[in-house]
């Protein structure tokens, strides 16, 4: 008998005589004053057995008496004993299955329970509330979740971040880069923003998690972004949410807006994801060990120019030079040494493996979860790659019957050397330098290392990639905990205090070291960026739940409490130049530059929320949450955000009786939320800028705005959900409209004013879009079984109000293509010169997207999964192209398909300056993210219950027209303009062997 | 049966109860009001952490913080000052920017096939902000130096009269690019900023600009620090750079009378050497910064050439030949080549003139042919000459040949300095400019930023 909940009989006089547990002595006194006589009825031992269809146990199946706190689990073979009364209800529940109720006879002790498969998860619970949930078939809004198979069971990307991809409907997910370490944009339901947050807020067991991108100061190497400023929105940092380990987790929830996410104010108008981590369940410690081998290559290469002695010639316009390329390039022929440099660079193969271990089980009291994991993983860069540890404990405890603690602890260790990489102003980023050296440049080292300079570019890629360094190191911590004490219970009503809360602290060290002997050092001599951040968010709910069943047929889940997320973060960044030969130290420098920047704020905001079901069937749900915030314009005021939603489950309600439908709900919910400005966008700053030693300050080019407002979204969202054949065909339908008012928009302002920019209000957006997803079971035998689903979303966006001049903003101008928010336009236009002026030329926003995971089994031994992501439309502005034709050094530089004759390198330089329509390119896709073939075998020797061995690849197939690495890029990070490809780290793709032995 | 029970007990637990639930509500209320109490106490508002605001500053300001406004203005009068002297010298064909990262320098700056002059690129956009942003920065200092109750009206007028030669001279520069598409004057209200003014209105809001600043340091006590102003950081000094930067405006206004009054009251001296003058300076102090326009010779991927037109009209022995030094290897890039670095900066915290007496010699000269003084003018442009290793002036002593010959000269003494493209405008010259590529333009002006439309 495993047994969750324990019963003491009597109630009245506790054992707890130890004197600090004196509250939970009056708590429990109090509650158990409550507590009807018929908990103190006399008990029998009942036992049972639990199975699926096909009669196999089915292992960890929740058993609660009704109305009571009791529960059991099912062991290996299904079978459980729990204390219950007579004529006691027996709520049987797992994931994956239908719930049961049993109602069982005055005399009955043995029961057998046969669980049906719940092909359309109607009974999956979801989280809808800060401390409550719901049935999903009872559920107003759309929210996808995403399970640890999905997530983690088929052929999973390198980080946290990179694993979701392509598995949320009514996302917009782009990879930013290649690079070992992440870096992800995730956008919910179209762009919620500008200029402000536009990345969902991520809760990983009630833990508000830091996401802050913080450049390692590369901008003062590449000078990406102009200004002489050390960081840049270039710089392509990862994104901290990378650092989570995707196989910790149990399930993903996606609030994709304002309707479901409303509850978490401030911090939820770009959708919140809902991480719970695994947790242990009481029964046999359960140890696994699970590792992977795999190979890392460049998933595509764009090839190199194919020199001869006539194209090498062509180089130069001076015969003199002209001459002398020429006989450059025969004497390379002649000595064999003409190199395709992008494969050397971009071609290597690297090993990654991945080891993860993990021990499960509790007893009556205490469960626990502990998992350490490490992975380590090279990049198709030399001296780049990806290591992540990570170690996680997760203890949940029972103080009494009534009060139940848990805490989620995880610390990781991660470290990415990311090489340098994307758009530069100084000729160093990797693909630049490329772009314009040619096969017969001879860069290799001689026989003692020293590498020669580069005659064709400022810095030589080769001595860049050995002697270089670009790493982020993180040293995190996260703790949750989750107190939940019942107040109060009788068979009508039972009263909760839970408290939700806990920090998220990091490390974050980044390290850039260019040393003197590198060609593009000359001015320099060295340079060392030594970065240190550190960054502290806690956040906590504190929340009374009472839910009152006056009938059966009739519910009421009402909520309220207090809430508060503050965050601290500071970030000191040390430039050293003229650094002493052979040393790292910034102080073993002849100059040294500091920037310290640091962001604070505070939010606090309380709620209340009531949600009501009749018969199992309606539900209606409203609630509004209070929010204030530091970083508003007036630090002081509240803003409230209401939410409500309606679901009508048709054929519960008996209105469908006997029809097509086994299941079908009609649903709407309204919601608000905000996004609110960032930090410092209420001041107008002096920086600093010195001169000869004497310090100065002058004007930042951001002016303040001190009535500055967050950003205010509302969202409509209806929808229908349907299943058929008995659940073997789910069908979900969604609408929503989101409309953002008063957006956040960094302003361009005429720089006569001496600012550049401000951020403001701007104005109104809208996105409207939906959703379509199939559930389905068309195969179901004892041989196979065939799981399917398919999602098809679209977003449109338009901008129905802005009070500011449009102007290109978010790439390089209207020459190259430029995003422009304006007023009746979609708010990702692209729009640039056209030959005619200045037009629309493209949009970022996809069509639509479609995707479908699918899992066959093939005698419940062998699996085959994969995913499948089909992005239709979307342009990206293509500018590693141009690099290449701009360096004479694109693969099909010599081809002549174009009217003037000329060769199609010179013809697309030629258009540069009288349009931009050749460097915004459709970025359609459709690609084989992930695909897994997975093999168990059951009890192969005494003491393993089973073996799993697996092949997968990721990221192998790609069908794409898009003419530059990877449709997916962003040189300009996670933010609004994505899709900017400027000589990015090339995309890779994976193949992994793993194997996974329980013991 | 058991219901008898249950009606007894739920009798009995009831007064426990009431006495319970007093302790529970109690206990919750008290748990209530700490954590109210704790949350909701203290009221955040955190202010700017990182740096001071500009409220902080006008606010009855130090000499202190109204030096280091000073500082900062000096400091930022370099920003963007690399882009554009790359700017005006690559239309005035002096030289050529090769960058492998950014071919617009090439591309729309020459004019190269169909491309024009863009609103909303970095060549026009940043170099425009800059400048606006260092008069943001003096007009704060006015403000500021007005506010404050700690200086003395002398002190006043010498921070007034800084701010506002510089406020004048960085307008001047971006007036150099926009010409006729002119510049905004007033612009100490950001959110209400005054219109656009023609090219010569823009020189003649300058002049008078120029001609307060004058004033000011009439009666100016300066104890502020400078680093780029050796040997004229007093009132005195500064009312000569004034009077230096007042030339050369009146000078772009044809005033010619004007021209020599002022060069009489500046650091003019046709004895004196070429190079004294004001400076930006360069340092690699923290926040500091180095010198944009340095780049070591031979460099490959990011340089700065002259225009091979620089080494084949110079005259023979010129010693000027040493601002363009021989490469080892040819330069090329999009149909462009060169063999010669620009070397005017030997290292990067060289730093950069704005303005010198050679200049003001020239100046001279210019103001001299123009009011008909050639053997003045020609006194004058063989002091250069002979500065320079070439034998005295043999020419035609006439009006447009001696204007020939100061362009020349101009054009050889002030390389690379910002000058060539708006003197042969100011000639209505552009058109001897050498075209290199066909289906090249020669830009007479740049458009103003798409933001101020």
């Not at chain 1, 995707?246 to 309707?259: H, M, P, T, V």
């Not at chain 2, 007036?175 to 100490?188: A, D, E, M, P």
Request: neutral net charge; hydrophobic residues 40%; proline residues 4%.
């Amino acid at each position: 008998m495993k047994q969750i909940g324990f019963y003491q009989p009597n109630f009245l006089f506790p054992k707890q005589t130890i004197a600090m547990r004196k509250l939970i002595v009056t708590l429990t006194l109090f509650i158990s004053a409550l507590l009807p006589c018929i908990i103190h009825a006399q008990d029998r031992t009942i036992s049972g057995r639990i199975t699926d269809a096909n009669a196999r146990p089915v292992p960890g199946v929740n058993i609660i008496v009704a109305q009571t706190n009791k529960g059991a689990v099912t062991d290996a073979d299904g079978r459980f004993t729990i204390a219950a009364p007579a004529n006691a209800r027996l709520l049987i529940s797992s994931t994956g299955f239908k719930s049961q109720v049993i109602n069982l006879d005055a005399a009955q002790t043995d029961v057998q329970v046969k669980l049906e498969e719940d092909f359309a998860k109607l009974d999956e619970v979801v989280v809808t509330g800060l401390a409550t949930s719901v049935k999903r078939r009872n559920l107003a809004n759309a929210v996808a979740t995403v399970s640890a198979k999905q997530l983690n069971g088929v052929a999973p990307g390198q980080t946290f971040d990179a694993a979701i991809n392509g598995k949320i409907p009514g996302a917009y997910i782009n990879a930013n880069t290649g690079a070992p370490g992440g870096g992800t944009s995730v956008k919910l339901r179209g762009v919620t923003s500008v200029y402000g947050n536009t990345q969902p807020l991520y809760v990983v067991d009630g833990v508000f998690m830091d996401n802050t991108a913080t450049s390692g100061g590369l901008n003062a190497i590449t000078a990406a972004t102009p200004g002489g400023s050390p960081t840049g929105n270039q710089d392509n940092p990862s994104s901290r949410i990378s650092d989570i380990r995707a196989e910790d987790i149990e399930n993903i929830e996606i609030l994709k807006g304002a309707s479901a996410a409303a509850i978490y104010g401030s911090k939820a108008s770009a959708g919140v994801i809902v991480i719970t981590t695994k947790r242990g369940k009481q029964g046999k410690t359960n140890i696994n060990i699970s590792q992977d081998l795999g190979v890392i290559s460049a998933r595509k290469l764009l090839g190199v120019r194919q020199f001869n002695a006539d194209r090498a010639a062509s180089l130069s316009s001076n015969p003199a030079r002209s001459e002398a390329l020429k006989q450059q390039f025969l004497d390379a022929e002649a000595a064999h040494e003409i190199y395709d440099y992008e494969k050397e660079v971009y071609g290597n193969k690297a090993f990654a493996r991945n080891t993860v271990a993990s021990v499960s089980g509790g007893g009556e009291k205490t469960n626990f979860f502990f998992s350490a994991s490490q992975k380590d993983e090279g990049g198709i860069v030399k001296n780049t790659g990806y290591r992540n540890t990570s170690l996680r404990l997760n203890v949940d405890h029972r103080i009494s019957d009534n009060i139940k603690l848990g805490l989620s602890t995880n610390y990781i260790n991660s470290s990415a050397d990311r090489g340098l990489s994307g758009n530069d102003n100084s000729g160093t980023s990797i693909g630049i330098a490329l772009s314009s050296t040619p096969s017969f440049a001879q860069l290799h080292p001689d026989a003692s290392g020293n590498y020669p300079a580069n005659p064709f570019s400022a810095s030589n890629p080769l001595q860049t990639i050995a002697l270089m360094t670009n790493n982020e190191s993180v040293n995190r911590f996260v703790t949750g905990l989750n107190l939940d004490a019942t107040l109060q219970r009788n068979n009508r009503s039972i009263t909760k205090f839970i408290a939700r809360g806990g920090f998220d602290f990091y490390n974050l060290q980044t390290t850039a070291l260019f040393p003197s002997n590198l060609q593009f050092q000359a001015v320099n001599k060295g340079t060392s960026i030594a970065g240190a951040t550190k960054n502290l968010s806690t956040n906590y709910i504190l929340s009374l739940v009472n839910t009152f069943t006056p009938s059966d047929n009739l519910s009421f889940t009402t909520s309220a409490g207090l809430t508060q997320e503050t965050g601290n973060y500071e970030n000191l960044l040390n430039i050293a130049t003229q650094i002493i030969p052979g040393q790292s130290n910034v102080d073993q420098a002849g100059a040294l530059n500091v920037t310290q920047f640091k962001a604070k704020y505070q939010n606090d905001g309380f709620f209340v929320q009531e949600e009501a079901t009749i018969k199992d069937a309606i539900t209606l749900t409203g609630g509004v949450r209070f929010d204030r915030s530091s970083n508003n314009g007036d630090a002081t005021k509240y803003y409230a955000y209401p939410k409500a939603g309606i679901s009508l489950n048709l054929t519960r309600l008996g209105l469908m009786e006997g029809g097509l439908f086994d299941n079908l709900k009609v649903r709407a919910a309204y919601g608000q939320a905000t996004n609110v400005p960032a930090y410092g966008s209420k001041f107008t700053a002096l920086v600093v800028s010195n001169i000869a030693g004497n310090p100065g300050s002058i004007v930042n080019i951001q002016q303040g705005d001190p009535s500055i407002k967050p950003e205010k979204q509302t969202e409509l969202e209806a929808g229908l959900d349907f299943s058929l054949l008995k659940g073997r065909l789910g069908i979900e339908f969604t609408y929503y409209n989101k409309k953002i008012f008063d957006f956040l928009m960094l302003a361009a302002l005429p720089a006569s004013s001496g600012f550049t920019n401000k951020w403001v209000n701007a104005g109104d957006l809208r996105n409207r879009g939906i959703e379509i997803g199939v559930n389905a079971r068309p195969v179901l035998s004892k041989m196979i079984s065939w799981n399917t689903s398919v999602n098809f979303w679209l977003n449109r966006s338009l901008v129905t109000r802005y009070t500011i001049a449009p102007v290109p903003q978010g790439s390089f101008g209207y020459v190259l293509g430029s995003f422009q928010v304006e007023e009746g336009k979609s708010a990702t236009q692209i729009v640039g010169l056209n030959g005619a002026g200045v037009g629309v030329l493209g949009d970022a926003e996809p069509r639509f997207q479609m995707n479908t995971y699918n899992e066959v089994t093939f005698m419940n031994k062998l699996s085959l999964r994969f995913l499948l992501h089909w992005k239709k439309g979307g342009d990206n502005v293509n500018l590693t192209y141009l690099q290449n034709d701009f360096g004479q050094t694109s693969a099909d530089f010599d081809n002549v398909t174009n009217k003037l004759n000329v060769p199609d390198g010179v013809y697309r330089i030629m258009q540069v300056g009288s349009t931009a329509a050749i460097f915004v390119e459709d970025a359609s896709y459709l690609k084989l993210r992930e695909i897994g073939l997975y093999y168990t075998i059951d009890k192969p020797i005494s003491f393993i219950r089973a073996v799993r061995l697996g092949v997968s690849l990721n990221n192998y197939f790609t069908h794409t027209k898009y003419k530059s690495y990877d449709p997916e890029v962003s040189n300009f990070g996670t933010g609004f303009s994505t899709g900017v490809d400027v000589d990015p780290y090339p995309v890779s793709k994976r193949a992994t062997f793993n194997i996974s032995i329980d013991f | 049966m058991k219901c008898d029970i249950k009606g007894q007990n739920i009798f009995i637990q009831s007064e426990i109860k009431t006495i319970q639930m007093k302790r529970s509500k109690y206990i919750s209320l008290i748990i209530a009001t700490v954590m109210t109490i704790f949350l909701y106490s203290c009221k955040k508002d955190y202010g700017n952490l990182n740096s001071p605001t500009v409220e902080e500053f006008l606010d009855n300001a130090t000499p202190t913080d109204l030096n280091i406004l000073v500082s900062g203005t000096e400091s930022g009068m370099r920003n963007s000052m690399g882009l554009y002297l790359d700017d005006v010298s690559t239309i005035g064909r002096e030289g050529y920017r090769f960058s492998g990262s950014e071919p617009r320098y090439l591309s729309d700056l020459l004019g190269a096939n169909d491309a024009e002059l863009s609103s909303s690129n970095f060549y026009i956009t940043n170099t425009w902000a800059a400048r606006y942003r260092a008069v943001k920065n003096c007009n704060v200092l006015i403000q500021a130096a007005n506010n404050s109750k700690l200086i003395s009206a002398a002190e006043k007028n010498g921070y007034i009269g800084f701010a506002r030669t510089v406020k004048a001279y960085q307008l001047l520069l971006n007036l150099n690019l926009t010409y006729s598409n002119g510049i905004r004057v007033n612009v100490s209200d950001p959110d209400n900023l005054g219109g656009f003014v023609s090219y010569d209105e823009g020189l003649s809001a300058i002049a008078s600009l120029l001609d307060s600043a004058k004033t000011d340091f009439g009666g100016a006590s300066v104890t502020f620090p400078l680093a780029g102003f050796a040997g004229l950081d007093d009132a005195a000094g500064l009312l000569k750079v004034n009077r230096a930067i007042a030339a050369r405006v009146a000078a772009y206004r044809s005033q010619w009378a004007d021209v020599l009054t002022d060069l009489n009251e500046s650091f003019f001296d046709l004895a004196g050497d070429f190079y004294l003058g004001v400076y930006h300076a360069f340092g690699t102090g923290s926040g500091d910064q180095i010198n944009p326009l340095f780049i070591p010779q031979n460099n490959n991927g990011e340089i700065r050439l002259a225009h091979p037109s620089f080494a084949a009209d110079i005259a023979a022995n010129d010693d000027r030949i040493a601002k363009a030094t021989l490469r080892q290897s040819v330069a090329s890039l999009s149909g462009l080549s060169s063999d010669r670095d620009v070397w005017i900066y030997t290292s990067s915290t060289a730093p950069m003139p704005f303005i010198r007496n050679e200049e003001l010699i020239l100046l001279y000269a210019e103001a001299k042919i123009q009011t008909n003084s050639l053997p003045d003018a020609i006194v004058a442009l063989n002091v250069i000459r002979d500065g320079h290793n070439l034998i005295p002036y043999a020419g035609a002593v006439t009006q447009p040949a001696l204007i020939t010959e100061m362009l020349n000269q101009k054009r050889y003494s002030l390389f690379y300095e910002g000058h060539r493209w708006i003197d042969l405008r100011r000639y209505d010259r552009l058109n001897e400019l050498p075209i290199d590529r066909t289906g090249d333009d020669i830009w007479d002006e740049f458009p103003l930023p798409v933001t101020e439309n």
